[in-house]
């Protein structure tokens, strides 16, 4: 079961790995090809009726698939208004072979004819809102014909996501989905088969950019929209700390904070005036620090534990009773992973070990990355935290879903860019909860930028 959403990351990822959209919209006519030869014999009358966008593209492929038929191609609008290149170009190779094409420009000039089967190509996953004209005609003329109708990916209309219609919407006895079964298709009155477009496996184990999708950033945004970031570390150590703050800032939060003992307070401040760092007593987290941490943590979006804490027996303590009290998202790092096996809480964990941790945790490992995924997946489910454990290929998994992340290189071993990453995750956690994406400026940036903003330079 694939959402729509997922449906174009996959498609992204898929591109990045050298399969590009047109070649999936060649197999995805190819399907459709197919799926008119099961239900209907050479020689039957086919009218093709697609729309402007994608969906009608995968039928106008499909068009060239089928020689043996009588095939009539209707386009809904102007050929001029096709809204994507590779739709374009299926449809000049149409016009260019001969095949028998008409465009429908307005809705009176709409007549399906009484053909032997229909190939509903008109919308897919791209519908918004009630079928406007000439497509609401269209699908008038589809439903009252006695034709057989197939529908391409999901029956114009129709929600791929969730099944529901704005209005009207075709009524087909046939849908051949892409790649894999929508959630909206179940509960609908007509027969779903699944057609395999040749997108890779890869594109959707290992993360690529249509991963990124998700982190598009809303223009309209304000200060604070952009998640709260909290980081609570620092003691024995304080770069840790502060360049996880840093890093959240640089991930797309708007405000990193750093709670941490004031013995240390100033010099982690001092790494950079972007942060606002909070100090508590002493010189290591204790129990006693609790109950503070957890009033300020409550106004956050997200909490960082564990960059630059130590394991000291009063931190470990500290970091329990945090845990077992705190009901909004932590990412875990470092020596702080060592308590999320015992520790019993309402809150989401995000858990950022090495292989060395996950061991410390009680988690298996292999040098095996597939293998390694596995078990990943089952110590997730086991722990009910999500885990990402970073290695050459780090392995990212909630106890269901696996991704799998395979870039980077081998100078990424060097100190500190684990506080990195539990940073950054801790940002993008905290902006999944506002749901909006910031776009990693911080103040210090225009600093430097005024001088040329003030020269009236170009950006
Ligand atoms: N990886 C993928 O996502 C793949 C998608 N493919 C196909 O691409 C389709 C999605 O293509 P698109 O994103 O171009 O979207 P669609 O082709 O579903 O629809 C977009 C077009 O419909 C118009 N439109 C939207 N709502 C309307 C309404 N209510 N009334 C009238 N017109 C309306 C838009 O203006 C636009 O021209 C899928 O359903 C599938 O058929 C396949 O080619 C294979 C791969
Ligand atoms: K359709």
Redesign the pocket.
Known sequence: MIT?RR??A??LN?EALGVP?KQ??E???NAVARACRDLADPGASVAVVA????????ALAAARFLKAYDVTVHL??RPE????D??RENWDALVAGEADHRTVTDSAGFDLGDPDLVVD?????????????P??TAARAINDSSATVLA???P??VD?DTGDA?GLAVDADRVVT??DDKPGLGDLDCEVVVAD?G?PEAAELFTGPGDLLALDRDAQSHKGDHGDVLVVGGGPYTGAPALAAQSALRAGADLARVACPEAVAREVQGYSENLIVRGFSGDRLAPEHVPDLLDFAADRDAVVFGPGLGDADESLAAVREFLAAYDGTAVVDADALQVVPDVDTEATLICTPHQGELRKMGGETDSDWEVRSDLVREFAADLGHTLLVKGAYDVVSDGDAVRVNRTGNPGMTVGGTGDVLAGATGALAALLAAEAFGGGLVATDLLERLPAALRGDEA
Do not use: K, P, Q, W
């Open positions: 729509s449906m174009a996959v498609d898929a959209r999936l919209m197999s995805s006519g729309g402007r966008g994608n969906n009608g593209g995968d809904l609008g208004t096709i809204s994507t590779i739709a190509a008109m919308l897919g996953t791209g519908v918004t809102g009630a079928l406007r004209e497509e609401a391409v990916d999901v114009s209309g791929a704005a892409f790649h477009i997108i």
